[in-house]
């Protein structure tokens, strides 16, 4: 079981996309979840994350430009990202920041390139 995450693509600085996570084993549905990207050479941060209480919280990289929801059935995350900038091209996965065994849970996430 993974968490599959997509919606990723090529797009023009100033769009929008919208990334999808889903927890096909619904194994997160009571967890805190999060999105994280690793752009090229860069380590793996942590932008954007939910609690189960639907309180979200933002890198300031990414605040007031995304926006972190789940969806009805908890099982799935979305990434609403706006005002793309070229800093944003990356790979971007979803996990669960606070999970011990997240390592056994990355995807292979979803490629956002954004040209200038």
């Known amino acids: 079981v993974q968490l599959q995450a997509s919606g990723g693509g090529l797009v023009q600085a100033g769009q929008s996309l919208r990334l999808s996570c889903v927890d096909s084993?619904?194994?997160?549905?009571?967890?805190?979840m999060g999105w994280y990207r690793q752009a090229p050479g860069k380590q793996r941060e942590l932008i954007a994350w939910?609690?189960?209480?639907?309180?979200?919280y933002y890198d300031d990289s990414v605040k007031g430009r995304f926006t972190i929801s789940r969806g009805n059935a908890k099982n799935t995350v979305y990434l609403q990202m706006s005002s793309l900038k070229p800093e944003d091209t990356a790979v971007y996965y979803c996990?669960?920041?606070?999970?011990?065994?997240?390592?056994?849970?990355w995807g292979q996430g979803t490629l956002v390139t954004v040209s200038s």
């Open positions: 939910i609690t189960i209480s639907d309180d979200t």
């Open positions: 084993g619904s194994i997160f549905t009571h967890r805190t």
């Open positions: 996990n669960a920041p606070n999970y011990p065994r997240r390592e056994e849970f």
